[in-house]
């Protein structure tokens, strides 16, 4: 007798088969296109049904950490949520990292972890843990259920397509989603028929997300700055998630105030307000106080800059600072914003534009022009002493690396940098450029885990990766060159992980260079600082890429940079390692450039104004 279609199948192993087909069967109809699957026994149904549909490229991983970094990294390019799979027991503690990661950052992923049936839980059965609510409050939403019970036969649709909608439309954000689902023995089975889905192959469900223009009052956020009856000299921090870069620049123009971009804001383009330099202008106490505004509006993420953060520190209680976010995720950890905002960034934008020309004409709303003048003097000076650096040769230093990266990379290009050094190089010398390429990082926990990984993942929806990592971060993520040798011959993923347009540039300074930027190197022994902090290595990378099978192309001269990124990136994952001075040896250099940077700004300004 054929399957009924709204029964659930008398045999255990097809009824489990069917539920899993079910869930991947909506899955695909809510646009998901990735998996990343890492072996074992108790996921088999759900490894099979994912295996089974053209329409989601999958890929396996050996280690469920490096795993759910790359499934991170899907979901870090835009592109949805991908499915991340893993077996019972200490598998899915591995990926906590990463969901935590997904979290803080807001990037949806879609966690499955098979589970030992009820009746084998607590009875020392192997490979059994609590699995249920294993993230805690890490996941926008979780749920664990049982694949064999004929009573949810009727709900499989519904639980996958709300999944995919919590990790994509939660009130809080995208981010990660949990679902939990017990399989019995046996394992392996035919599929029956699906219960039936929507007509036409749409979703179960659809989401009206209200997170748009509505939610964020214009005129209030003026207000809230001083400029409702006139204009005052201000600054625009923007992070990555501002808004739409070209809107962006618009609006901090029609303030008439600077607008400070992040490298992963997209805003570090040419522009009257555009300021890259912020973090080497604000270093220097004498351009601090000829540059302090009287209003802040803060966009996106914050920067990892010190100096910048302590400039707005420093700012009176009464200069009023506005925080406006993708998300209900309060980034003010200065505690002194006076109105915080979270919507849709587009809508912040046109909010703000919109209630800037409905201002009836007034000469007390005019901006002063010497006020962002002095701002471009002070950037003109500080971009002029790095490009200097740039052409000084010697050897690299993670200021000409990182600079001359994201100004030979082709605009087309993602960049992804390790949550340490490069990223900070990034942030402190990224050029401004027409066309500059996406910048990202793993900013949510800021963590060095899962780097290579999370760039693989990115590489995986199509794009051309070049991730920028130190020794310790490559080091740390090995694991992520360790795949199944071949999918089989007539498989459509054949060869997949081969043809990876993957750039891995590794800045090679024999160990934990990051820490030599930090108050403990100033004030620990040498011995102790070595030891603890610096660590230098005693595996090199060069061996590891031998040992692994990666290729690998060494750069001893800042002038080999270009062509070893120009490289032929389409024939697969390749790390470029970049000999770098000792860590001590480049914080004196790095050092030196930001004096010359201060002595240029200081220079370009001249005395701060009276009433400045």
Known sequence: MPDDPLRPPEDLARRQATVAATLVDEWVRCGVRHAVICPGSRSTPLALALAARPEIQVAVRLDERSAAFSALGVGLAGVGPAVLLTTSGTAATEVHAAVVEAHQAGVPLLVVSADRPPELQRVGAPQTVEQAGLYGASVRFAVTLDAADPGLFASWRSFASRLVLEARCHPSGPGPVHLNLAFREPLVGEPGCLPPGRPGGGPWHRALASRSAQAVDGQAVLAALGLEDG?????????????????????????????????????????????????????????????????????????????????????????????????????????????????????????????????????????????????????????????????????????????????????????????????????????????????????????????????????????????????????????????????????????????????????????????????????????????????????????????????????????????ALSGDRERGPRVVRVVMPPADQERAILGALHEQIGAAVEAALGPAPAGA
């Open 231 to 563: 204009w005052v000299p201000g600054v625009v921090v923007a992070g990555e998630g501002s808004g739409p870069p070209t809107e962006v620049v618009a609006l901090a123009e029609a303030l008439g105030w600077p607008l400070l971009a992040d490298a992963r804001s997209g805003c570090r383009r040419p522009g009257r307000a555009v300021v890259g330099a912020a973090d080497g202008i604000l270093r220097h106490p004498g351009a601090r106080e000829a540059l302090r505004p009287r209003a802040v509006l803060r966009l996106g993420q914050p920067w990892l800059s010190k100096a910048l953060g302590a400039f707005l520190d420093e700012l009176d209680p009464g200069v009023p600072q506005v925080v406006l976010d993708r998300d209900w995720a309060w980034r003010d950890p200065s505690r002194r914003a006076v109105l915080v905002g979270s919507g849709d960034p587009t809508g912040w934008v046109w909010a703000l534009a919109e209630a800037l020309e409905a201002r009836a004409p007034d000469p007390r709303s005019a901006p002063d022009p010497t006020w962002l003048e002095r701002w471009r003097r002070a950037e003109r000076a500080a971009q002029g002493v790095v490009d200097e650096h740039l052409r000084a040769g010697g050897p690299p230093t993670v200021a000409q690396v990182t600079r001359l990266a994201l100004r030979c990379l082709p605009p087309e290009a993602t960049v992804l940098c390790s949550a340490s050094l490069p990223v900070r190089g990034v942030e402190w010398y990224g050029p401004v450029r027409p066309d500059p390429p996406r910048v990202l990082a793993n900013r949510g926990a800021n963590g060095i885990d899962g780097v290579v990984s999370t760039a693989r993942g990115l590489a995986m929806t199509g794009r051309a990766v070049v991730a920028l990592v130190g020794d310790l971060a490559f080091l740390h993520d090995l694991t992520a060159w360790l795949e199944p040798a071949r999918w089989p011959a007539a498989s459509r993923n054949d060869q997949v992980e081969d043809r990876l347009a993957l750039t891995v540039v590794v800045l090679d300074n024999g160990g934990g260079g990051i820490f030599s930027h930090l108050a403990q190197a100033e004030v620990l022994p040498v011995d102790r600082f070595e030891a603890l902090f610096a660590t230098p290595q005693r595996q090199q990378v060069r061996e590891v890429c031998a040992g692994l099978g990666v290729p690998l192309v060494e750069v001893g001269e800042l002038a080999e940079l270009p062509d």
